[in-house]
């Protein structure tokens, strides 16, 4: 198994940053900070007669953050999906039983996808008729038992 070559030192630095920037803008500080930067540029509109620029400081100061926001999030959302994913595969990996059809599942096609959806809902409404929803791990499993149970009842 190979292993990518660790990142340089401005990617850790970059990923501890949007790490520590992405949990303290989801706090009640950043929440409150921000608030409180809008009453301050509230407050100043008097001063500054509502004028265009004064309502341009706010216009563009959330139009940069919100730009940047939108980068830092989806980032630190890549990095949690990924990480369940991997936690998703171990578990599904290391069950007797289980069906590896599903470890990176997520890189399938949406038709892909789709297929797969008809498939465990297949499994599902095959398991509602059994008397336990443990006694089958698939599909074909499932319709065998059913068939043997239907053929001798």
């Known amino acids: 198994m190979s292993y990518k070559k660790s990142k340089s030192f401005i990617g850790r ?6 790490r520590k920037v992405t949990v303290w ?3 009640s ?3 409150g900070a921000a608030a409180g930067l809008v009453m301050m540029w509230g407050a100043t509109g008097p001063a500054f007669h509502y004028s265009e620029t ?6 563009t ?8 926001m939108v980068f830092l999030i989806q ?22 039983g289980a069906s590896n ?3 990176d599942v997520e890189d399938l096609t949406e038709d892909e996808l789709e297929i797969l959806h008809e498939y465990y809902t297949k499994l599902s409404e095959l398991a509602k008729r059994d008397s336990s929803v443990t006694e089958s791990h ?14 001798s009842g």
């Not at 004064?54 to 216009?59: D, M, T, Y």
């Not at 599909?139 to 059913?146: I, P, Q, R």
């Open 54 to 59: 004064w309502q341009l400081v706010i216009n």
């Open 138 to 151: 698939s599909v074909e499993e499932a319709v065998a038992g059913h068939e043997e149970k239907l053929g």
């Open 25 to 27: 803008t989801g706090s």
């Open 29 to 31: 500080w950043a929440f």
């Open 61 to 68: 100061s959330t139009t940069i953050v919100t730009f940047l």
């Open 13 to 18: 630095w970059l990923e501890r940053m949007s």
């Open 101 to 103: 059809r599903l470890i």
């Open 75 to 96: 980032r630190s959302q890549n990095k949690d999906s990924r990480a369940v994913h991997l936690k998703l595969n171990e578990i599904v990996s290391a069950m007797q």
